[in-house]
């Protein structure tokens, strides 16, 4: 007996996990539209070197690498690997096509990605991600829109009570500076900052201690951070960095961002944040994460990279975007009951029972003549006992069930019975479309 | 400077390919949703185990190795591998989840797969599937609506003259018995019936000998197939195999299914073919394949498998399918222009922009309004003189222009311009959304 399971980590998708995620997929795609956002593919196989180096050394370790084929698979090296998100293959394509895309280009891409994590309740080896992304400019405008269509997109999904922190990489240099962290010390610093909520004032002076951040800019760093840091204002950081240059500029950033952003979706939900980093190194400006209460982890992140493209193309291309995740967003969805109740989970509108295989020729043409009328049929593939196939179509939720008997065949009309009502009615074969559309309430 | 060209026979698909690809992947959905066909979706990597030896030699050459990870990475090993096809990992889904599917799981899969072929013209590493298949029962009903489902795709798409060839594993076994062709070269037979449209007669009379077939034999086979095989009859073939059970079974088969089919969109395109084979070894029943004229190769194929389940399970769990090509299918599309003329290419129906800075959030805020209306808004992000940003919503086919100058703002108005038609009418920002609509030719 050969092994059944999915590859470790990996999933199969049954018919009612597919229709969740397309829905929810749907939502997403149809938002980003209505944002001028275009959709782009990527291979899910890119060449090893275009991935290697761009997201850290762990990013390094947690790449799938696939081995060279034919007289060079002994070697036992490998040449290509699995797509790790899609920011990175979105900058080779705009470095590659850039004289074919427009000035600004903005596109959406929901496609699966692939980490060779630990798999944790949650955590799995092949997920999707939903990236907008928009480049060309630098304008705050860029910035507003990106927030703007991911909390429009959860909005439409029933997502009522989401936070969209924001904060700005340069900002935070210009903190720890000002604070007096040495700049080798910087990620330290940041690696316990964001620990505040979950060990307090003491146990992050603790953590500066143990990684040798000085006690000075430990406590002036805490100063600012308060209990909670969510409670800092922009003017907190403006008076704590005070002539700043970049940070100053960095502030001014962000207050256009909420400024544009207050008639959007993403209006009120807009927190500054200075605690969050967001772990890619690629980020160079505003940098975002989107949270729900009583729910560990993040919605999605983005920010600003102005430099990414020019890795690949040596020429500097503004860029900023957003990444949803698809398989907490489900998570929440099922949890809360989000989706609408009237998502279709069963195969059919409508079933066509044939009572012998000399029926089955007309359980075809009738089938045939439903489809043309746009309902879903499922035809029975046996001649069991009628009885028997119309259990069957209640085990599946098929509401209603055509049934073909040979009075039936002999007068050309068909005997459709809805089973929740027990409703039953005969109608020529011609008019069963109307029929059946009426009795599912299509009509 | 980096590499940014995708990995060698994988391709990014910008905009206008996605859409054309989208278009395609969803009227074939819809024809399959309306068969009662439901959505699976397995992962991209499979266990290595789990695809070896499904293929046959030639296949297992072709698939992606996944090297193992960490501290197993240096043995140069593979334990994981790219899908190959739709049909082992529905077996394998089909295996594992017995309990819980239905009797009779009808499921369509739309997703990549990945063969290390050598890339050629119209021959990619990364190709999309379509496949149906239907489990759980040996009916000739079940091979019909496959039969009917592709075709009905197919049509709806706006395929016209197509032929669904249709031939029978053990019929083809039957016929070879009957002509004297020893067991151990039917495989030898049928590659060079193969090339009967090719090469003629006598061409495969030659290779016959090459191959070391009998020439008694080899002349019986060449009796039966005359000069092209679409010509022979399932009369031709009872004939010819005379009282061979096995073989008088599977004519009976291909006879059914010809009934059923004959009210159903496979109606008039089903054509008997005694030399189609199809490569794949895991085939027990009917066999088909879709051509169209003047294009080589195949749309795609089928066929039932009824012992490749078992061979996960141990249990025999009767299947049959099809697989259409996406990519051959986007070719001929593309070809012979066949996509709906207003299948929407632009990035949005209405461009918003503002003349300076300040009014930025204003064109925030109308976008916004637009977008709540279903218009698909793009907003032009940087202050350029009116005149480069019209000229930008004309390079890239979007139709209205929504200008914000500062009277407008004072006002709370919009002047909304039709670029192809100069109509140019002012209206209350309020208003914009119908007078946009109304525009666009969607009022």
């Known amino acids: 007996m050969a092994r059944t399971e999915p590859a470790r980590g990996m999933r199969d998708f049954l018919p009612e996990d597919v229709r969740r995620r397309e829905y929810v997929i749907g939502v997403i795609e149809r938002v980003y539209e209505r944002y001028g956002f275009e959709p782009l593919e990527t291979p899910a196989v890119e060449n090893l070197e275009t991935l290697m180096g761009k997201y850290g050394e762990e990013g390094n370790q947690l790449i799938f690498k696939i081995l060279k084929r034919g007289e060079h698979e002994a070697t036992g090296q490998a040449d290509l690997a699995l797509r790790y998100d899609l920011t990175v293959p979105l900058a080779r394509v705009v470095a590659d096509q850039r004289g074919k895309l427009p000035k600004f ?9 692939w980490r060779a994590d630990r798999p944790a309740r949650g955590r799995f080896r092949e997920f999707y991600q939903c990236d907008v992304d928009s480049l060309g400019s630098t304008s705050p405008v860029i910035d507003a829109e990106v927030c703007a269509a991911v909390s429009d997109a959860l909005v ?8 969209l922190r924001i904060n700005h990489r340069q900002l935070l240099t ?10 080798p010390q910087h990620g330290d610093a940041l690696v316990a900052l964001d620990k ?3 060990i307090g004032r003491d146990g992050v002076a603790n953590e500066f201690v143990a990684r040798g951040i000085e006690a000075t800019a430990g406590n002036r760093l805490l100063a ?17 960095i005070g002539t700043h240059e970049a940070g100053q500029a960095a502030l001014a950033n962000l207050r256009a961002i909420f400024d544009l952003s207050s008639r959007t979706a993403a209006g009120g939900r807009l927190r500054f944040d200075p605690s969050i980093a967001r772990g890619l190194s690629y980020y160079t400006g505003a940098i975002m994460e989107i949270n729900v209460p009583n729910f560990a982890g993040s919605l999605g992140g983005g920010g600003r990279y102005d430099n990414l493209v020019g890795m690949f193309s040596g020429e500097t291309i503004a860029a900023c975007g957003f990444s949803l995740g698809l398989e907490r967003i489900l998570v929440l969805m099922t949890e809360h009951q989000m989706f609408p109740p009237d998502l279709a989970m069963n195969p059919a509108d409508v079933m066509v029972a044939a009572f012998d295989a000399a029926g089955m020729p007309h359980a075809m043409a009738l089938a045939a003549a439903l489809r043309r009328r746009n309902l879903r049929v499922f035809v029975y593939p046996e001649p069991d006992k009628i009885g028997k196939q119309i259990k069957y179509a209640e ?15 002999q007068r050309g009309e068909v005997t459709i019975k809805h089973l929740a ?7 020529a074969q011609d008019n069963a479309g109307d029929a059946v559309r009426e009795l599912v309430g299509r009509g």
């Open 105 to 113: 280009f903005k596109r959406y891409q929901i496609q699966p990605v």
């Open 174 to 183: 210009a903190i720890l500076e000002s604070a007096g962290v040495g700049a």
């Open 421 to 427: 009502s027990r409703q039953q009615v005969v109608r």
């Open 395 to 409: 085990s599946r939720g098929i509401p209603c069930v055509a049934m073909l008997g040979e009075n039936e065949i």
């Open 224 to 240: 600012l951070f308060a209990s909670t840091a969510a409670a800092v204002s922009l003017d907190d950081a403006a008076r704590f």
């Open 156 to 163: 439409e999904l029933g997502f009522t009570d989401f936070v």
């Open 196 to 198: 505040l909520d979950k």
